[in-house]
């Protein structure tokens, strides 16, 4: 086995990894898709975002910073499993531009191995208490890393492909002078 194996081609390797990329792609693809998970809260600092995926996410607090042309209010969020193993601090901003009128959102990621979690801040409301609370959507994104890795994957597979000298022009040609 180990003589037919060192046997083959480069090429043979290089399109293995190909289609094994294109499978990773496929498999990120249809696993983000089919069971990304989405939840909208409003919520006041100290208060938790009900996610229903593994992942718990509490906003910790809101404060007011001023950017070099916008001012924001900047959420600062602890994102940890549900059991609170891999606590992360992460903040997500709601800027206001005073030239333009514009408002935009700066989105807080949290890469976690092949998963994504987004936070965004919205916009503050009051609750029926009169305390300010803020709209917060979070959205978990599973396997998303492989929707990269996969083409990744298949562009390494190219190169190799390439790397085999059967399939270069002019390596016959310059045999025959």
């Not at 190909?18 to 696993?31: E, K």
């Not at 996969?150 to 002019?170: E, K």
Request: proline share 5%; aromatic share 10%.
């Amino acid at each position: 086995m180990w003589r037919r194996l060192t046997g083959l081609p480069v090429g043979a390797f290089g399109m293995t990894l190909a289609h094994a990329g294109l499978g990773l792609f496929v498999m990120g693809a249809v696993a983000e898709t089919a069971f990304k998970i989405e939840a909208v809260a409003v919520t006041a600092p100290g208060g938790p975002v009900a996610v229903a995926g593994p992942w718990h996410v509490t906003l910790d607090d809101v404060r007011i910073v001023e950017g070099p042309n916008y001012l924001a209010e900047q959420g600062v969020f602890t994102v940890a499993r549900e059991d609170g193993a891999g606590a992360r601090t992460l903040t997500a901003e709601r800027r206001f531009f005073p030239a333009g009128g514009q408002t935009t959102t700066e989105v807080g990621l949290d890469f976690r191995g092949l998963d994504d979690v987004y936070v965004v801040l919205g916009e503050r409301r009051a609750t029926e208490t009169l305390a300010q609370a803020w709209t917060v959507r979070v959205h978990w994104n599973p396997w998303a890393r492989l929707i990269f890795l996969g083409p990744t994957l298949m562009a390494l597979g190219g190169l190799v492909s390439l790397s085999d000298r059967r399939l270069r022009f002019g390596v016959a040609g310059s045999k025959r002078g």
